[in-house]
């Protein structure tokens, strides 16, 4: 087994007390105090996550654009620079290579993020899916990554920065620069909260997260494990790779059709999701919470009148809400919100309903 | 932290205090630590019989669930029901008010397989990872 790699800032994790747990073939922080402590840090005020683990895709050139709006489900070709989309990079049968960030740098040139563990595959995938006049690199080890959400997320990076952060609009990005090193700033994230994500040289990484750190102290700012990722996400109805989506179920069956545009030229997936959209779906991945006592886990059946409908793909206690939720496939005609639902956690059959997502939500 | 002297300990980090021929039984501050912030306990019956090395109930955390066995063979008694409102008591008090389970213990003699506190951290001293 080859060995885990460490991020830029691996020190920095040990230094603050991170426990420190194999992912995605990193060595990654969990938590550093508790999950709950930095989950509700991140609602309340602000958490700093190293998101380094996650890979990077540089596509360049003349048919930069073609390439990537024929790989990709959402709409490419009519974002301008300085525009980031959430789309599916998807097989011919509709289902998920993995979701991914498409971040239009200029005219002719687009960085993905991908999901830390589908970095080869998806980059294999890609060069196999290539034609014309283009370069497309893995530049994942050019990055460090770091995540500042949180409603003081804005008042920690500003003072750091000639950019104004307010003329960022939410899914907008910058290049600027972050304690005098480039960067670049993107309104983005994966809790559901306010709060910026920026990429710059891992040579620099410590400098900026000990600035990071520093500014935000007065806002009582944490670093934030994998951990409260979890939760947070889940909590947003943000969904997660190898959980909710995967190459089993279509992105129509993923309640992502948003990010699916069927009107745009051919590409990869295209057929089969239209003729899905035809024929109707058999099967929704929905948002549910517990109604009697019991945590929904991946795995666990869903089951309407002791009829197994489904199965549940996340689940938590959720820390702002307190209660139980989860998100699970059920068989169509079950979808509807306010649907009563079974889940059989253990020796128990728990009832629960179906909800609509996000189960929380802020105003950005 | 220090463990009682006066409990018995098991190597999955269960706890025992025996007064008598009953006994209370929860888990360890290892065991919570190692765990996280706890969030759901799933506690069995009273009047159900269990042997020990059973199952007799669920620590759930943000992450993890985890079974519960129990260090000796008994009938339970009593179960803590303010940990169904308040599991995080396994967290700030695991050896006192998050206690999980009372048993009538079915024999005693079991009790000698178990380690007392010198052993028990002495086990978890070599096992550190």
Not at chain 1, 208 to 229: D, H, K, N, W, Y
Not at chain 1, 322 to 347: H, L, W
Not at chain 2, 42 to 52: N, Q, S
Request: net charge negative; glycine share 8%; aromatic share 10%.
């Amino acid at each position: 087994m080859s060995e885990l790699k460490k991020t830029a800032l691996y020190s920095e994790h040990v230094r603050l007390g991170g426990k420190i747990v194999p992912f995605a073939g990193y060595e990654m922080p969990v938590q550093f105090t508790s999950i709950r402590q930095e989950h509700e840090a991140v609602r309340n005020h602000v958490g700093v996550f190293d998101v380094s683990h996650m890979g990077e895709i540089l596509f360049t050139g003349k048919d930069a654009l073609k390439n990537v709006d024929h790989l990709v489900s959402n709409h490419i070709a009519k974002i301008k620079p300085f525009r980031v989309v959430y789309s599916g990079l998807l097989y011919p049968n509709g289902t998920f290579v993995d979701d991914v960030l498409v971040y239009r740098i200029k005219d002719d040139e687009f960085l993905f993020c991908v999901n830390a563990s589908n970095v080869d595959k998806d980059f294999a995938w890609m060069k196999q899916n290539l034609s014309g006049d283009l370069t497309c690199e893995n530049v994942s080890d050019r990055y460090t990554q770091i995540a500042i959400q949180g409603p003081d997320a804005g008042k920690v990076l500003q003072p750091l920065t000639r950019t104004d952060l307010s003329t960022i609009a939410y899914y907008r990005f910058q290049m600027g620069q972050v304690a005098g090193i480039d960067a670049l700033i993107s309104r983005t994230g994966y809790t559901g909260e306010y709060g910026f994500e920026l990429y710059f040289s891992p040579e620099h990484a410590i400098k900026i997260f000990q600035a990071v750190m520093e500014s935000g102290a007065p806002f009582g700012i944490t670093p934030a494990g994998l951990g409260c990722r979890d939760t947070l996400r889940l909590e947003a109805g943000m969904a997660l790779y190898g959980n909710d989506i995967d190459d089993q179920h279509t992105a129509l069956e993923a309640n992502l059709g948003w990010v699916v545009k069927l009107e745009k030229d051919d590409f990869i997936g295209k057929k089969a999701l239209e003729e899905q959209q035809q024929a109707g779906l058999k099967r929704h991945l929905v948002g549910f919470e517990m109604i009697d006592r019991g945590i929904p886990r991946h795995g666990y059946s869903i089951l309407s009148n002791s009829v197994p409908i489904g199965e549940v793909t996340s689940g938590t206690m959720s820390i702002t809400l307190n209660k139980a939720i989860g998100m699970g496939y059920v068989a169509s005609g079950f979808e509807s919100p306010g649907t009563i639902i079974q889940i059989q956690i253990r020796d128990n059959r728990v009832a629960a309903r179906v909800v609509p997502l996000p189960f929380y939500s802020r105003t950005r | 932290m220090s463990y009682p002297a006066n409990f018995k300990y098991t190597k999955d980090h269960e706890w025992l205090k025996i007064t008598g021929s009953s006994g209370v039984i929860g888990i360890t501050d290892h065991a919570q630590h190692q765990l996280g912030d706890v969030v759901f306990v799933e506690l069995p019956e009273v009047g159900r019989k269990f042997d020990k090395g059973d199952v007799y109930g669920v620590v759930e955390s943000v992450k993890a669930v985890v079974d519960c066995y129990m260090p000796v063979s008994g009938t339970i008694v009593k179960v803590n029901s303010a940990l169904e409102s308040q599991a995080d008591l396994i967290n700030s008090d695991p050896h006192g008010d998050g206690w999980m389970i009372e048993v009538d213990l079915a024999d005693l003699s079991e009790t000698q397989d178990l380690m007392d506190s010198a052993a028990y951290e002495k086990y978890l001293a070599d096992n550190a990872d």
